[in-house]
């Protein structure tokens, strides 16, 4: 499996940004399919975004559309999340994962890092 670190959580006011990143030791990076997943206390793991090998089909769950992006830059072996107009809603811890295969079910992600914690203050 790769081995994958998340930076750039941290603490932000409601509508700011911040930009989350994703290194991948694998050198075949390139064939995982990468997501970015939250969880909050009490809350099922829920998958935010997506992004498929090549960086040709992304997936955002609904609370985030507009607000959201996923990328990737795979000569870097680097995923990346840019969440603007964040809400206190948003606060949550967030993990880089992947797969090789598509899904959205937090168990078919076999490679996992180790989160960062993002804070929304209202």
């Known amino acids: 499996q790769v081995q994958l670190v998340e930076s750039g959580g941290g603490l932000v006011q409601a509508g700011g940004s911040l930009r989350l990143s994703c290194t991948g030791s694998?050198?075949?990076?390139?064939?995982?399919?990468m997501g970015w997943f939250r969880q909050t206390p009490g809350m099922e793991r829920e998958l935010v975004a997506s992004?498929?090998?090549?960086?040709?089909?992304?997936y955002y769950t609904d609370s985030v559309k507009g607000r959201f992006t996923i990328s990737r830059d795979n000569a870097k072996n680097m995923v990346y999340l840019q969440m603007n107009s964040l809400q206190p809603e948003d606060t949550a811890i967030y993990y880089c994962?992947?797969?090789?295969?598509?899904?959205?079910?937090?168990?078919?992600?076999?490679?996992w890092g180790q989160g960062t914690q993002v804070t929304v203050s209202s």
């Open positions: 994962a992947a797969s090789l295969s598509p899904t959205t079910l937090a168990r078919n992600f076999g490679s």
């Open positions: 694998e050198r075949t990076f390139s064939r995982y399919v």
């Open positions: 992004i498929s090998p090549l960086g040709g089909s992304t």
